[in-house]
């Protein structure tokens, strides 16, 4: 599998930085997970509500197969929300709801007879802040959306997909001879990757990340950017960041979000220098927000 | 030097302590001096009862105590067997029944009501944990003792909706405490929400709901009121049937201090001593367990 090769077709629009992703990642083995299968999400004049209030405005948006998309915008704007109409997780927040379409290969996850544990073994998510179970081991937090099927915990299966999830995470070299302790032992920057070779194992086809690397340092942030960088290959990435540095360092298409609205979307390195829209460009030269 | 190094610096009338500042500072000393004392208070009332239950109990404590039930009155060498196994009888049967089903509750008013249920669920479980301990003693001998008898099981019973409340508030307030992000992380992993609760959820807050269980079983191991009308009047030794009437710790106390003979005073407090040993080795457990489990989820914060 020539991952890199594939990479650096895939990252036309970024330019170079001091802290770009690199190809001297060792390679990794992806033979369980669907390389190069992934899929396209298309949101449809995409609302969402907490009870009265209309926090994301109609949003029409299309997420490209093997692309980064970061989704930028002021706080409050909607970007958490939005992104977490994808996999049908705000729906969990008591009164909160969804209107719209969010298409994945043309499929509408909020469509009649959709079982949504299929929809989020499908999309994937990252938080925030990394969210390890506190009661298990390495080894369990990887293996627990497998688990969920009824997977058992010491089959080769199981083993075998998660030996695979955290070398996809980036984390196997740092923890293969210590799975059986807790996941709350790791850094910051480990819990984290943690969480994707957890998002990873259940192999799916869209991860989301919310913000991934706001609670981490500078050096676990450039690990994290580097693994999305590999991730991109077999997964669509949609990225919710504050950080206008990351959306150019990760991603291919960047969308900037204003107060529940989509206001631009376009290649990367065009929102960044010669955005369409005054809105956009006040806010990527830092006039507000 | 020179003169003016000598003399004390003039202070500056900005930083001068004036008297409506000493006075401050006076009631401030006062009022932690209170405090300080109410909290020795505390402290002292509990020695003076461990050390008068100590000193009047331990001499009647010997093997035959442990082993004997009693025996008919004037004789010596009487024990309090029966009440022992009957207490633990009748609390094993009362956690039984209301540990599983307070449980459910904390996970209810917790994880699955919404905000106003859990609202109102709570406040029933505070006013079922205010009702005086003789009510439901009463409440209990009127529907299972009338008609019937005294036993085993209108005493657990008594007991059991006595701990409820008690089970239930403590596995709410320990549940509500696991951090909403452990769940979205379940959730997002395609877990039910059953699931993520079974799995995720109560082994992060395990810890904690094992302590409010074990506060819960001390708590009505000293019960007295609930077992006079319902699970008191015994017959003749260690019996374990609780269709029959079962001896108890706190009855026993409460019949062998109305007694008119000196050995069985002390052997009320010997009882007491027992009772007062067992509570407190069952909240410091408590306490032991729930120092881990808080440790536990603050990792995750």
């Excluded at chain 1, 942030?221 to 959306?247: C, F, G, P, S, Y």
């Excluded at chain 2, 300080?36 to 404590?61: D, E």
Aim: hydrophobic letters at 45%; a neutral charge; one cysteine or more.
């Amino acid at each position: 599998m020539s991952r890199d090769v594939h990479t650096e077709e895939t990252t036309p629009v970024t330019e170079p930085q001091p802290t770009a992703p690199t190809e001297t990642q060792p390679a990794v083995p992806a033979e369980t997970v669907n390389a190069g299968a992934t899929r396209t999400v298309a949101l449809q004049e995409l609302r969402a509500y907490y009870g009265q209030a209309e926090q994301v405005k109609g949003i029409d948006l299309t997420f490209q197969p093997n692309q980064v998309t970061a989704i930028i915008g002021p706080s409050g704007c909607g970007k958490s929300t939005m992104v977490r109409c994808i996999n049908r997780m705000h729906e969990e927040i008591p009164g909160a709801r969804a209107r719209g379409r969010v298409l994945l290969d043309g499929v509408d996850v909020y469509g009649p007879g959709i079982d949504v544990v299929a929809v989020r073994r499908a999309i994937g998510m990252v938080f925030q802040k990394p969210n390890p179970f506190p009661t298990m081991s390495i080894y369990d937090n990887v293996a627990a959306g497998l688990r969920l099927t009824g997977a058992k915990r010491r089959g080769e299966e199981t083993r075998r997909k998660v030996e695979s999830a955290l070398r996809g995470a980036g984390l196997w070299d740092e923890v293969s001879d210590r799975l059986e302790e807790p996941g709350i032992g790791l850094s910051g920057g480990q819990q984290q990757r943690l969480c994707i070779a957890r998002t990873l194992a259940v192999d799916p086809e869209v991860i989301l990340m919310d913000e991934p690397c706001s609670a981490l340092d500078p050096i676990a942030t450039l690990k994290i950017e580097e693994l999305i960088d590999e991730l991109k290959t077999r997964v669509t990435i949609v990225i919710v960041t504050h950080n206008m540095q990351q959306a150019a360092r990760v991603a291919d298409r960047t969308a900037f979000m204003l107060d529940g609205r989509l206001i631009e979307v376009g290649p990367t390195d065009a929102i960044f220098t010669t955005p369409s829209d005054p809105r956009t460009e006040e806010y990527v030269t830092g006039k507000f927000g | 030097m020179n003169a003016p190094a000598a003399t004390p610096a003039p202070v500056s009338p900005l930083l001068r302590s004036d008297g409506r500042l000493r006075r401050r500072r006076i009631v401030n000393r006062a009022m932690e001096a209170l405090a300080t004392l109410a909290a020795l208070l505390a402290v002292a009332v509990l020695a003076v009862v461990i050390v008068s239950v100590l000193i009047k109990g331990i001499s009647a404590i010997d093997l035959d105590f442990f082993l004997h039930s009693e025996v008919p009155f004037g004789e010596k060498g009487g024990g309090i067997a029966n009440a022992i196994v009957g207490t633990l009888v009748l609390v094993a049967l009362a956690s039984a029944m209301a540990i599983p089903v307070g449980v459910l509750i904390g996970i209810h008013s917790s994880q699955f009501a919404r905000s106003r249920t859990a609202a109102a669920i709570r406040f029933v479980l505070d006013i079922l944990n205010g009702v005086p301990t003789i009510v439901t003693g009463i409440f209990i001998f009127g529907l299972l003792v009338i008609g019937h008898q005294q036993s085993g099981w209108a005493g657990a019973i008594a007991l059991a909706i006595i701990m409820l409340p008690i089970v239930a508030r403590a596995c709410h307030e320990v549940l509500a405490l696991v951090p909403d992000t452990l769940k979205e992380g379940g959730l997002a992993l395609g877990a039910t929400r059953w699931r993520t609760v079974l799995r995720i959820v109560l082994p992060t807050a395990a810890g904690g709901m094992i302590t409010g269980s074990l506060l819960a079983i001390a708590r009505v191991a000293g019960e007295t009121a609930p077992l006079l009308f319902t699970c008191a009047i015994v017959g003749p030794g260690v019996q374990t049937n609780p269709a029959q009437a079962l001896a108890s710790i706190p009855v026993r106390i409460f019949e062998l201090a109305e007694s008119p003979s000196k050995e069985q005073h002390a052997e009320a407090w010997a009882a007491a001593l027992l009772l007062i040993a067992a509570v407190l080795v069952l909240n410091v457990i408590a306490r032991t367990l729930f120092g881990r489990s808080q440790a536990r989820i603050g990792r995750t914060r």
